[in-house]
């Protein structure tokens, strides 16, 4: 069976009413995204950031998976599907996909301060206070600017083995995640889906300049397997 890979950025959810981070002048839901995504903003204002997240999750709670969440989970019928997505919501495992990898953490989950691997399911809000079973403060499991990307090797072991990569809406402006596209196999098919597409041509990339929603429904059209 053929793989295809996908990898997401918070363009695959913008449809669904998520924000993306970039498009607006830099700021994320009207932050300044050092101030909410990062060791140091934590720790400077851990009430802001905590509060942040907390209305990440409940926005989240009433988000749907759009039409390309769909699709993608609907490819699973024919090619086996490997989704690597940068995003923190669940939109595609709600759509039906079984196989995700979360570079950037899962929002619906929170980890200890103390120890990053004591991780554990939360769909509330989260307030300093709360701790792990050994005292220490939770926080959210997220990927913030500066901090390790464990699933980094899982991804560039899942790009070696791709027969197609679809890349969809990511500005491919944040490492690691924008380098793994030089991790797939040089007559590896590319499909890149993004309304303002960054990012340069080659013999074997097909570029689509859509929304989500269109541009995953004409890109699988197009495979060539
Ligand atoms: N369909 C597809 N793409 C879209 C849509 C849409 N409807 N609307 C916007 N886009 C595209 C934009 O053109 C842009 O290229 O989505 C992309 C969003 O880019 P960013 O906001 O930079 O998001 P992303 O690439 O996912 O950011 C990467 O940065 O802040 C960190 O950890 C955070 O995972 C995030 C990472």
Redesign the pocket.
Known sequence: MEHIVVLT????S??SGLK????ENGL?EGHD?MQV?SPQGFAKNPELVLDFYNQRRRQLQDAKPNA?HKALAGLEKDYKVSIIT???DDLHERAGSSRVIH??GELFKVRSTYNPSDIKPWRKDLHLGDTCERGHQLRPHV?W?GEDVPMMGKAIDTCQKADILMI???????YP?AGLIHYIPDETQVYF??????ITGSSRLTVIA????T?VRKAISLFNL
């Open positions: 950025g918070a363009g695959m913008a449809e993306t981070f970039r498009d994320w995204v995504a390309a940068q995003n923190i570079l950037h990927v600017f969809i809406g990511t500005s491919m402006q944040v995640a889906i993004d309304p303002k597409p960054n859509e929304p989500a929603t541009g």
